[in-house]
């Protein structure tokens, strides 16, 4: 089976092609941010607990 696509039908498949790229690397790039700044959350206050709540702390 053999099409024949145009020049421009060609580019506008590459262009679609790069936008949704484009988009998934967004979207992992946002995933990888929320995941990191999650965790460095849950240990800061991990840290900031044991700080703290130690028995040398000053209340």
Known sequence: M???L???EIMMIVERARYQRSIAA???T???LRK???W??????RFLH???MS???NH
Do not use: F, I, Q, Y
Not at 40 to 45: E, F, H, N, S, V
């Open 30 to 32: 946002a995933v990888s």
């Open 55 to 57: 028995p040398t702390a």
């Open 26 to 28: 967004g979207e992992v």
């Open 2 to 4: 053999n099409t024949d």
């Open 36 to 38: 990191t700044l999650a």
């Open 40 to 45: 460095l959350a849950k240990w800061t206050d």
């Open 6 to 8: 145009k020049r421009e």
């Open 50 to 52: 044991a700080l703290l």
